[in-house]
């Protein structure tokens, strides 16, 4: 049975679809993140970062941004798509999950700027609190409209190793 928020077209589909990643100009409306580049990524791109966070590890999304944009030659990665591929990361690897693979992209360990678990992954904060615990971090207790957050996790932040 699917969720109304489910789509026709499976997530692993929409992971690997392939493009170039885009570089542009940061468009007007982002003149907050200054002049320059902006690279508009591939999911699987965002994926592969994901994938290179380890057990007891864990990363922001500006983490995965700054990575992106650093090995695209750009100034900023656009916190839309890759927000977007993060998410499609993570409900490949739930479809991957479900069919027996035993290894999987660990989208748990992404985590907002501030250490906050993400409402929208499969299963949402309770299931991301759950896998992470079970790595060994302390959850917290959400803040009113906030949601949970990982105790001290700027203590397991993964760093990326450049190529």
Known sequence: M??????????????????????????????HFGKGTMV???????????????????????????????????????????GIFIRIAAEAAEEDRRDGAKAITPYWRVLSSEGGLNPKFPGG?????RRLSLEGHRVGKARGKKPPIVIDFEKSLAKFSSY
Request: glycine share 4%.
């Open 2 to 31: 699917r969720s109304k928020f489910s789509s026709r077209t499976p997530w692993r589909e929409k992971l690997e679809r392939q493009q170039d990643p885009k570089i542009v100009d940061i468009p007007p409306r982002m003149a």
């Open 40 to 82: 508009i990524p591939r999911p699987l791109d965002v994926d592969r970062l994901i994938r290179h966070v380890g057990h007891g590890k864990l990363v922001t999304v500006l983490q995965l941004r700054e990575e992106l944009a650093k090995r695209n030659r750009a100034n900023v990665a656009c916190p839309l798509t890759t």
């Open 125 to 129: 904060v309770a299931a991301q609190g």
